[in-house]
């Protein structure tokens, strides 16, 4: 048997299936390895066994692994656990002809075993240190609680996984469906980020964040993709341009999504001209981080179905962006 | 032709926490430092090949989705922008080669865009 059963890293390895890493699935890696701290030996481990006592002859025992289609058992004593007898010990008696011996000739009495309030990682360790297949499991004053195989923890993240993973198909479910369990004439979920001046540190945050709402709230990945860059553009227009940053909003109804801008100043004297694909008015600092290619607000055009500027110099500018959500509305969530 | 294989054969430093890059096949690419024209021009899982190296391109790379950013020119990224593409799954990508060079050696191992 391999000693490199670590779950974590297996998950780490095999679980990232696909082109790139969303959150989620950033999430998911880490899940596993939390989970090994988490759950307790207890939790996952079988309880119900069969055991041997130390006189049983080893054809008895053999009969029981047999019919139970199990590779061994620990061996008890007035309810202490002596030792530990695998098919391996069997086969090493058969050798020498010695079934009708007892139990306590053959089984291996140096243990290993695990506590049934260890977490689970413990036992994964010791799984693969020892490279044995099932081990015993004790409680605080060492009595044999039940036995524990690498199956029954890969069962037991599973299960978890499971649980976690029910709770987020409810919680997506729920948000999904925002539009339908609301009932009112017009029902319209409003999201606002305030935006700092020359905050590029931060700058994109924003948009990543209503990409996300979106996604969450079902609309179709291509809708959310297309708010994603008209808001990141609107965003860092409010980074770059404006004297002390701006709101920024997100109006989400079932079949329309409107975005704004409002800053209070400096205001833009011609708008026809910063319309014009690659009309800039940004120093060269905030150009040479690739800023200021005058494509902003042509690419908002592009994004969206309707784009509106309102500014007075001096006093600030509106910037409102509307997307139509087509066909049905948010509430149905395009599979694939 | 996987990741895996661009970054062996254009000899590329991986700046993010390694992955299986194997699992990862780009479509295509775009080339450009002016952030609101990769915001155009770049689509999902294309390779973005840029000098920039500031904390900004994450941000694009994850809107875009884009399959890995290659810096050129051996430009660094600091540490921030390094981790904030761990957090957000953006794959960095470095080589002292020039943009003109890695678009050249990408499209003849069939990097090319599919209109």
């Known amino acids: 048997m391999s000693p490199t059963t670590r779950v974590p890293t297996k998950q780490e390895v095999y679980g990232r299936q696909g082109r790139s890493i969303t959150d989620q699935d950033a999430n998911a890696i880490n899940r596993v390895e939390e989970l090994s701290y988490d759950l307790k030996v207890r939790e996952v481990m079988t309880v119900k066994m069969h055991t041997a006592t130390p006189e049983m002859p080893l054809s008895e025992v053999l009969e029981i692994l047999r019919v139970n289609r199990i590779s061994g058992m620990p061996v008890l004593k007035d309810d202490q656990l002596v030792g530990i007898l695998s098919l391996e010990d069997i086969v090493h008696a058969m050798q020498n002809n010695e079934l009708s011996s007892p139990v306590s000739q053959y089984m291996t009495r140096k243990l290993i075993t695990v506590a049934s309030y260890d977490p689970i990682v413990g036992a994964m360790q010791k799984f693969s240190d020892s490279r044995l297949g099932r081990l015993p499991v004790v409680d605080e004053n060492h009595k044999l609680v039940g036995m524990i195989t690498k199956g029954d923890i890969t069962r037991g993240i599973l ?122 008015t940004a120093t060269e600092e905030v150009r040479e981080m690739g800023f200021g290619a005058g494509m902003g607000l042509v690419n908002i055009k592009r994004c969206v179905d309707k784009m509106e500027i309102e500014s007075t110099v001096g006093k600030g500018t509106k910037l409102t962006m509307r997307i139509y959500v087509p066909t049905e509305n948010l509430n149905v969530r395009k599979e694939g | 032709m996987n990741l895996q294989e661009i970054i062996d054969r254009l000899n590329l430093t991986v700046l ?7 699992l990862i096949q780009p479509d295509g690419g775009y080339s450009s430092d002016l952030l609101s024209c990769v915001m155009a021009g770049a689509k999902s899982n294309y390779l973005w090949v840029t000098l920039q190296a500031h904390l900004n391109i994450v941000a694009v790379a994850a809107l875009l989705e884009v399959a890995a950013i290659i810096i050129t020119e051996n430009a660094q990224p600091d540490s921030a922008t390094i981790s904030k593409a761990n957090e957000q799954g953006v794959i960095l990508l470095s080589t002292a080669a020039q943009t003109y060079e ?14």
């Open chain 1, 159 to 280: 299960i978890a996984l499971q649980k976690d993973y029910k709770e987020e198909e409810v919680r997506r479910y729920r948000a999904s469906h925002l539009f339908e369990d609301i009932v009112s004439d017009r029902t319209t979920l409003v999201l606002r980020y305030n935006i700092k001046a020359h905050d590029f540190t931060h700058g994109g945050n924003a948009s990543s964040n209503i990409k996300r709402a979106l996604l969450r709230l079902g609309a179709d990945p291509q809708i959310a993709r297309r708010c994603g860059i008209a808001i990141y553009e609107a965003e860092i227009n409010l980074i770059i341009h404006t004297t002390h940053g701006g709101i920024l909003k997100l109006e989400v109804e079932s079949h329309r999504i409107t975005m704004s801008t409002t800053d209070d100043g400096p205001g833009i004297a011609d708008i026809e001209q910063v319309l014009q694909p690659g009309y800039t």
């Open chain 2, 16 to 22: 993010t926490d390694p992955r299986d890059f194997t």
């Open chain 2, 102 to 115: 890695v678009d050249g050696k990408l499209w003849e191992m069939g990097i090319q865009i599919h209109k």
